[in-house]
């Protein structure tokens, strides 16, 4: 299947730091969502972006799509504990139908107090 | 408003038995999937229902899996005979007609460990 690479695969940051990730694939896609996922549970959408060149932000998560509809960006300000988790990007070519959602790889994500 | 429930929450069994995970989408969905994850191979679709009817089950890995929907409210995955390597932690998912996937919901997902 569709394979979309996420880097780093794991992050250790002292709280406070800002933190960085990144999706990259292949293909280009219409769509880029990003997800968390806390032990335990299932991933919860964290931001959707939906148009090249497109940056969106959630409190203090800021999202990028980039230009080439190749990649997205996910960054973290000012970390805090509860952010610890396994970050997931994915990719979505339509808006609708689901054989068409890929996820990446995912980021763990580690925040020391 | 409850979300996706999922159960059991664990799972442990002994290679060759049989596997039976359940789902209740939230009320109003009428798109449920069930994903597969694990550390190798990451999130992975196994099937998906669009009103109660499998429309794509292209990612079940084997005929040893099989997934049912008999009514709106319900659905299972069933592993017959279940194999060490089907170890993982399996998701169920659901959306309404007419929304993308950022109005995809999952559940809290089932550890499933075969021995």
């Known amino acids: 299947g569709q394979q979309l690479n996420q880097s780093p695969q794991s992050m250790f940051i002292q709280e406070g730091e800002d933190v960085s990730m990144n999706c990259t694939s292949s293909s280009i896609f219409n769509t880029w969502l990003w997800y968390k996922q806390e032990p335990g549970e299932g991933p919860v959408l964290l931001i959707a972006l939906y148009k090249a060149g497109e940056l969106t932000s959630n409190g203090r998560l800021t999202a990028q799509f980039g230009i080439t509809r190749k990649d997205s960006f996910l960054n973290i300000s000012a970390s805090i504990p509860s952010d610890v988790g396994i970050y997931f990007c994915?990719?979505?070519?339509?808006?609708?139908?689901?054989?068409?959602?890929?996820f990446g790889t995912g980021t763990r994500l580690t925040v020391i107090p | 408003d409850a979300g996706v429930i999922q159960s059991p929450r664990h799972e442990v069994t002994e290679m060759g038995q049989e596997v039976t995970l359940r789902c209740k989408p939230i009320s109003g969905h009428d798109y449920l999937f069930w994903y597969r994850q694990t550390m190798m191979r990451g999130l992975e679709l196994l099937i998906y229902f669009n009103n109660n009817v499998p429309i794509d089950d292209s990612g079940m890995p084997e005929d040893r899996f099989s997934a049912k929907m008999p009514n709106a409210s319900f659905s299972t995955l069933k592993i017959q005979p279940s194999e060490p390597r089907d170890s993982a932690v399996y998701f169920c998912a659901s959306r309404s007609t007419g929304t993308g996937h950022e109005k995809l919901f999952f559940g809290s997902g089932t550890q499933l460990s075969v021995l």
């Open positions: 994915a990719g979505q070519r339509g808006r609708t139908g689901a054989n068409n959602l890929f």
